[in-house]
């Protein structure tokens, strides 16, 4: 938990398969420094326990808990307690699917979605949070935009079984992009097969492209090609992972040559410009330094302490990720060996 809130997690859902993983939430619940969302299914027992644990929402679909009493007596103590709970329909999870118009199947998931709603609502209940979810992105849009338009509840968007780190940002960012440009979404998940901190990361990366967060490190970096007198790559991968701690909100330029360096990247706070050997530390579009290309890095990370000093906040390059003498990044002061990212 601590390493998701330091990524920039917001709030941890906790899936509750048994009794024992309903035991165990009293002690998650106390221990964690994020909100926890209970994960719910099957047994209206369960969800009992996590009100009992005191969780901050219970993610709960009442139509797929037979016992009816038991749903009754779930949404009773969620509405004394003041829990909400998260309708979460996922394509995938429809019967009897069958391949067909984009419509048609965006429109089951909402109908599904407004029939498990229906429930709460005929319960006196509306503290709800919606989601309906799907791994065909076009499904997947359509769905939320329906669903925008039939309830007044907040959405939580995100894009199932979504991939690995690459393929799996990629398919999120295109589903999710375009739904919160069109103002819709109150809360997101990137569903990755990763560290749990890696979707927290990419989440960011997408509000923060949209302009809906400013948060830490936002790294502009162009292309390599041959007018690059230094090894970008390299050098803006050392970068990313180097400052990806920042305690600020700061945009930093990694630029391989004169060209694209402090006049295409003047907006930037702080970057470099690579030359023969050697590239200049710039802030905003102004040449404040020259260093030999070995250490680009350590002037950057000095001129970036000057502009945290001068706004008042503690120098950051002492609790910088390290590089190893295998050139690979050993964990900073925040990040436990064994379980950085």
Known sequence: MELLQEAGCEIARVAVPDKRGGEALKEIVRRSILPIVADIHFDYRLALMALDAKVHKL????GNIHNKDGVREVVKRAREQGTPIRIGVNHG???????????????????????????????DFDNIVVSVKAFEVPVMIAAYRRLAKAVPYPLHLGVTEAGTALSGSIRSAAGMSV????????????SLSEDPVVEVKAAFDLLKSLGLR???????????CGRADIDLIPLAKVAEER???LPVPMKVAVMGCEVNGPGEAKDADVGIAGGVGKGAIFRKGKVVGTFP???LMDGLLAEIDKILVENGKEPYSQKAPKLSHEGQLTPGRSVPAGQRT
Do not use: F, K
């Not at 199947?105 to 407004?114: I, K, P, T, Y």
């Not at 739904?179 to 990137?190: F, K, P, S």
């Not at 400013?214 to 162009?222: E, F, S």
């Open 59 to 62: 993610r709960l679909n009442p």
């Open 93 to 123: 999870s429809i019967g009897d699917r069958q391949p067909g118009d984009i419509r048609d199947e965006s429109q089951r998931m909402v109908d599904l979605a407004l029939s498990e709603i229906r429930i709460l609502e005929d319960l």
């Open 179 to 190: 739904l919160l440009y069109e103002g819709i979404g109150d809360t997101i998940r990137v």
């Open 214 to 224: 400013d948060q830490g490190l936002t790294l502009v970096a162009c292309p390599s």
């Open 243 to 245: 400052l990806r701690a």
């Open 293 to 295: 290309e070995d250490q």
